[in-house]
């Protein structure tokens, strides 16, 4: 037997409550009337005749009809009421989670930017101290490093972009499907990491997802980056796609350094942090948490399972339609 959603259980309640009440009325309305009517004569008989001399019996007994009718739209009411309210809740909770992210984005926009001009404002000084100076060596290593910086720079810049246009594209909500094995491979190729890692597919249930393309791009393109980045040699990556009753699942497994998340699962999706075995590794800290915060739009849900020199694997759960 299926099992009733929470607003049929709020409607079946005020209901089962009304036809109740309804049956006991017409019960104690005949006794109060034998009692203070009929000297306290409780046979038979006497119920019958009290009836039959009191019109207003016949319309009592109908209580249970309408009382049950009264009930069934008053726990329609309240579970429309209750509904209304897990949604308000949602989206004051939503207002909330993107007020703090675009705090924390601000900051990290005016402190990262921040950081570069100021490290290219130095070098920059030393550069032209040691060029005065001749000293060709010296000129040539601040170089290189204003090299790094702007290199750092421009990563910053890329990643501020990228969660800003998956703001503009997750309102959109303007999705298609896409078959993942196709899809995947050519963003391989158009981003030049088809040579760097090795990608094979599974599709057992499934093999297509409704998604907006950029949200299906920043999800598998920060999954296998980070998995290059991530692997001491040769990155192989397993996709498969599998189902359950209630979600269709992206299972991603690398075989890279992998994590101990006993001390890192609580940061995992964090914006702009770092864990401690990625620091010397190229990037801002804001792909998982894009990966997730895309998962999440799409109402489902990311798990996670790894160790250190075992690899990571990456569920995504999303609703099945």
Do not use: W
């Amino acid at each position: 037997m299926s099992q009733f959603k929470s607003s049929d259980k709020t409607v079946l309640k005020y209901t089962l409550f009304g036809v109740t009440f309804g049956l006991l009325f017409p019960v104690f309305a005949l006794l109060l009337d034998c009692c203070f009517f009929n000297d306290g004569n409780f046979s038979m008989d006497s119920m019958t005749e009290r009836i039959a001399s009191n019109p207003i019996h016949y319309i009592i007994f109908s209580a249970p009809i309408f009382l049950g009718l009264a009930f069934f739209i008053a726990g329609r009411l309240a579970s429309r009421q209750k509904q209304l309210n897990q949604k308000l809740n949602k989206v004051i909770n939503e207002l909330r989670i993107s007020n703090d992210s675009l705090d924390s984005f601000n900051y990290h926009v005016s402190h990262d930017l921040k950081t570069v001009v100021n490290n290219t404002q130095a070098l920059t000084k030393m550069a032209t101290k040691y060029n005065e100076k001749e000293n060709n060596e010296k000129v040539a290593e601040v170089l290189k490093r204003l090299q790094k910086v702007a290199t750092n720079g421009k990563e910053t810049v890329e990643s501020f972009l990228e969660l800003s246009s998956a703001e503009q594209y997750l309102k959109e909500k303007d999705s298609e499907p896409i078959e993942i094995e196709t899809e995947t491979r050519r963003l391989l190729d158009e981003h030049n990491i088809s040579e760097q890692v090795t990608v094979t597919f599974m599709a057992q249930d499934f093999n297509s997802i409704q998604m907006h393309p950029k949200a299906f791009e920043s999800v598998m393109m920060n999954l296998i980056t980070n998995s290059i980045k991530y692997c001491d040699s040769d990155p192989a990556i397993n996709i498969t796609m599998v189902s359950n009753d209630e979600h269709n699942i992206i299972v991603y497994n690398d075989n890279g350094i992998g994590m101990d998340l006993s001390k890192d699962k609580t940061k995992l999706f964090q914006p702009f942090v770092r864990l401690k075995n990625d620091k010397k590794a190229p990037g801002t800290g804001v792909g998982l948490y894009l990966v997730d915060k895309i998962v999440n739009s799409h109402s489902g849900k990311i798990e996670v399972d790894s160790e250190l020199g075992k690899g990571t694997k990456f569920k995504l759960f999303f609703p099945r339609n």
